[in-house]
């Protein structure tokens, strides 16, 4: 149903008419529902082909017998594993059901109609999406070469602004700040913004100068920096994130917070995760040769992709990627269009097992084969 014709819209708060849902990757099933064949790949949402580790399949089988019960809603055990891993305060993270819930917690504690936010052009969706459904204006600042440019970010930053997102690396682009620059941009920010560091990929990045923002948390009482346990630690399905910052803010994005938005398996499966190195480590292997299979099998083709550091990687089909991705579904090959982040003519493919690559790089060669 359209806007135009739901007779609901009059009713919505600020922000809900001009809202377009989030659009994710189609699920395997669906597709293979929709063409009647069995083995569909989906390199189209970024999650880790090798699924979760042992450590963290052992936790969820564990758990299975209580969840009659509700989760704990303050996840102690969780957050005491975390608080260890990081060497930070409890009191100074924040859990959510996905860090997408943290990213709408913060927009829920400090944006509402007549504030604003600023993130960038082909930033990850949801900044734009928790900002606009509370009802607060969106400043969109123009990226430069597909990333982040901090100085046009920068000069969109007025005393209307209450919260910066930024992605570190960015969804769909891949691309990514180094310390210098984005730990000065933080610090000329001024203390009545927060500033969102979202850290999805963060285990992925290998660059020398690629930073880890939590440590700077107490230098900046104003940053949240948001990690997941849907990528790296492949626990997608169960839905687990969290934010770090300073305890005073966290107590504010507590008080937004559903009581028990992580499920007992999300608690039991992330605490266990987070210790499982072998298993990061395997998948960021895996990714590192996935990446390279995939960006010069583009070469070969004569096609441009975004230089990235994620789990994914957008490339330029040479022409509207809206027909190239259905016959890439028509082949049972499942992407990412990314004409919604301003990238028409881009395709995002997340790396996925060797086998699964290799799928969709002879698809593609037959799609785009003169
Ligand atoms: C995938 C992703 C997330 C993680 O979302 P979850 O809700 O934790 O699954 C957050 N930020 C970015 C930029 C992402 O691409």
Redesign the pocket.
Known sequence: MTTQTNPFIHLTAPGIPALTPYVPGKPVSELERDLGIRDAVKLA??ENPLGPGPKARKAIAAVLGEIGRYPDGGGYELRRVLGEHHGIAQSAITI????????DLVARTFLCPGVESVFSEH??A?YAISTRAVGATARVAKARDYGHDLDAMAGLVTDRTRVVWI?N????TGTWLAAEPLKSFVGSLPRTCMVVV?E??TEYVGEPDFPDATRWLEGFPNLIV?R????AHGL?AL???YGLSDPRVGELLNRVRQPFNVNALAQAAAAAAIGDREHVRASVELNRSGMRQLTEAFQRMGLDSIPSV?NFVTVDVGRPAGPVHHDLLRRGVIVRPVANYGLPNHLRISIGLEEENARLIAALEDILAP
């Open positions: 949402s970024n959510g059901n996905g860090s997408n819930d943290v990213l930033a990850f949801v992605a690396p960015n969804n769909p979202d999805a990929y948001t997941t346990f849907s990528k997608a839905r687990v994130g994620g």
